[in-house]
């Protein structure tokens, strides 16, 4: 059945880690996936999820199944990381969340839910945006567009732009965005674009779909969830994402959630019912362990406060090699400006090298940068610092 079929590129973040374990170059550095990494290069169990780890294994006693929307306790648990657990959403019951597999897994459900009563929609992109989202939107069946974002010249957002095309999005459209720490670029909208985008969805009828990867990455847990308080707010119906890979350290677990906000409870449900459908006939129900284990560092004081604490040094980190990146090559007199690095948020940073260079770095310092330019801060460490900020300032004069 194969023989006349032709081999699928590799993809363009994960192939990327396939390469890199192949390359036998001691010096090979993994600036590529979005996965953190302390200083000595490990991605390590964050301290809290070892612990309800082990409270885990003593106290769990079955592995049935949970289930189709994930244990409600975990589901209530999210809410309160979104909302705020004073939150009129929560009080009222308008949200509905299933423990999906991972944040792709939800954005994955949510595209096929949509799909359901919005086939003809059109759903709307950042230009750029994470490489993986018009994939998955595809391959649920809409059609793609994209809105301006990112304007390479100034580093910036280009707001107008973005807001002219936002207005003439369709009702009825799906647009999806970024909570915080945009991924590729780092940068995010600042609160009073935020609240233009908000009162243009309401306006316009489109239907937001947030893509909330890096909560905690940005400024702090609660900070990172400003916008989707703005959307609550406005009384819109959308969509959250929610991924625990990055904030928990439970990226092979996949963790993530799903929550759809309606106007009214008896809607949610309605969407709850629509959910469970889509995953029943997808994966059944999701698997249970890491949902357990970040739940249960969710659930108790301790353990929580010990995570805000892990999460703080994890972004701390990433704070201090953007810093010595920049720094790093400016001391190796490389003429181009790269400040803009330091006041980008999350786990990348959109260096503006171009594909040229990101191609030489891989064929000859074994390198991995993501095409377009995408640097994975926290695969920076004081061990390989340098030799990558002498190769960057080599194949900028090269
Ligand atoms: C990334 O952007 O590198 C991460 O979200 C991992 C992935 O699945 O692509």
Redesign the pocket.
């Known amino acids: 059945m194969w023989k006349e079929i032709e081999a699928a590129p590799a ?1 363009a ?2 192939g990327l880690t396939e390469a890199f374990k192949k390359d036998p170059n001691p010096a090979k550095v993994n600036l ?4 953190f990494k302390d200083d000595e290069g490990n991605t390590p169990i964050l301290n809290c999820i070892k612990a309800a780890e082990r409270k885990l294994v003593e106290t769990e006693t079955t592995k049935g199944y949970l289930p189709i929307s994930g244990n409600p306790a975990y589901a209530a648990n999210v809410q309160n990381l979104l909302f705020g657990p004073d939150s009129e959403v929560i009080a009222s019951g308008r949200a509905a969340t299933i423990h999906s597999p ?3 897994g939800a954005l994955r459900v949510g595209a096929d839910l949509l799909k359901k009563f919005k086939p003809e929609a059109t759903v709307w992109v950042s230009t750029p945006t ?3 989202h018009k994939g998955i939107f595809t391959a649920a069946g809409f059609a793609i567009n994209d809105y301006p974002y990112y304007r390479p010249a100034t580093k910036d957002v280009d707001f107008d732009a973005m807001v002219g095309a936002l207005e003439a999005v369709p009702a009825g459209d799906i647009v999806l965005m970024h909570v915080c720490c945009h ?2 670029t780092g940068v995010d909208l600042l609160p009073e674009q935020w609240d233009r985008v908000v009162a243009i969805a309401g306006e316009k009828g489109w239907t937001p779909f947030l893509d909330f ?1 890096y909560q905690g990455f940005g400024a702090g847990i609660e900070e990172d969830r400003a916008a989707v308080d703005k959307f609550v707010a406005a009384g819109v119906d959308f969509l959250i994402a929610s ?1 625990f ?2 904030n928990f350290g439970l990226y092979n677990e996949r963790t993530g959630a799903l929550t759809v906000v309606a106007p009214t409870a008896a809607e949610a449900a309605v969407a709850m019912s629509h959910i469970k459908a889509t995953v029943r006939v997808n994966y059944s129900n999701p698997p249970a362990h890491g949902g357990l284990a970040a739940g249960m560092v969710l659930e108790d004081a301790a353990l929580y406060d010990q995570w805000i604490g892990e999460v703080a040094d994890m972004r701390d980190r990433i704070k201090a090699m953007r810093v010595a990146l920049v720094d790093g090559l400016a001391a190796r007199g490389v003429e181009q400006d790269f400040s803009f690095i330091k006041e980008q948020n999350g ?2 940073s959109f260096s503006g090298l171009s594909n040229e260079i990101v191609a030489w770095l891989k064929e000859n310092k074994a390198i991995y940068i ?1 095409g377009g330019g ?1 640097i ?1 801060v926290a695969g920076l460490t004081t061990a390989n610092i340098d030799y990558v900020c002498d190769s960057i300032a080599e194949a900028l004069k090269a």
Do not use: C, E, H, Q
Not at 32 to 35: F, K
């Open positions: 993809d973040i994960l590529g996936v979005g996965v991972g944040g792709t994470w490489a993986n991924n590729p990867a991924s890979s990055k786990m990348f993501v995408r994975n």
